[in-house]
């Protein structure tokens, strides 16, 4: 029986969140990629766990890891998009709040979608329609809402809207603050709670298009009916760039004023 690809989306997200949860606590050997950025051990070998999960079932469809680039001919109908590991500084600090992401564009457009938490044995899921989370094998429909006004802002580098935009100074806005209550979780796992009403909102600077790191939670945003913007309020990867993934359009139109007098 062929399996859909969301559910092959959420089981290649589990088998990486296996081995990350295997190697959680370890001595891992570490690969430098930039100052300041690194890979881990874990991270290695989580992909491969994805990446085998994926050929195994969907042989002719191109893949993208964060870590072993791009498998398969370029231009394909159909292209998953893997990030093994999103946290690492995070998991290799030793602090649970990382994420495993597997996302399947199709034509363009993210069809399916998972991100798993190891540490809590959620996955977030979606076929592109609705989102769920699925816990000790029990699926819910996720539901955005902005009861618990909590926001988090991304402050990790680059930022390419600056010195225009930095999200860093709405912690400096009364006006923010009043209304908000920043966190600051440093993963994109920050997506699927604002898309399970966990968060009111989250935001971030950035060129996001094509990126490994965000696919799989802009898809669960927008599928589970959240308000997802670039920074100046226009469709997602234009203008300004960045994203407003908000729950409810109070928040979003809050957010929106808010950032366009940051300065």
């Known amino acids: 029986m062929l399996i859909s690809d ?5 089981s290649a997200a589990e088998a990486g969140a296996a081995v990350v949860l295997e190697h959680y606590g370890t001595h891992l050997a570490r690969f430098d990629k930039a100052p300041g950025d690194f890979a881990t051990q874990a991270d290695l070998d989580a ?29 394909g109908e159909r292209e998953w998009l893997v990030d093994p590991l999103c946290g690492t500084l995070n998991y290799a600090a030793r602090t649970m709040l990382v994420a495993v992401n597997v ?9 399916a979608a998972a991100a798993a938490d190891p540490f809590a044995a959620e996955v977030f899921w979606t076929d592109g329609a609705q989102s769920w989370v699925r816990h000790r094998g029990r699926d819910e429909l996720l ?4 009861a618990t006004n909590l926001v988090d802002l991304n402050l990790d580098p680059p930022f390419p809207n600056a010195p225009a935009f ?14 908000f209550r920043p966190r600051v979780i440093s993963t994109t796992l920050a997506l699927a709670w604002v898309a399970a009403g966990r ?7 950035g060129h996001l298009k094509d990126s490994v790191h965000f696919a799989a939670g802009i898809a669960l945003c927008e599928a589970a009916g959240c308000i997802v913007t670039s920074l100046d309020g226009g469709p997602l990867h234009t203008g300004a760039q960045g994203l407003i993934a908000a729950a409810d359009p109070a928040t979003h139109g809050a957010l929106l004023e808010l950032t366009a007098h940051v300065e």
């Open 6 to 10: 969301a559910d092959l989306a959420v």
């Open 47 to 75: 992909e491969q766990a994805i990446f085998a999960r994926l050929t195994g079932a969907r042989p002719g469809d191109v893949i993208v890891g964060e870590e072993s680039g791009r498998t398969g001919a370029a231009g």
């Open 103 to 111: 996302a399947l564009r199709t034509n363009g457009r993210t069809s």
């Open 143 to 146: 539901a955005p809402t902005a």
């Open 166 to 179: 930095r999200a860093a100074r709405l912690l400096l806005d009364d006006r923010f603050t009043a209304r």
């Open 199 to 205: 968060r009111a909102a989250y935001l971030t600077d």
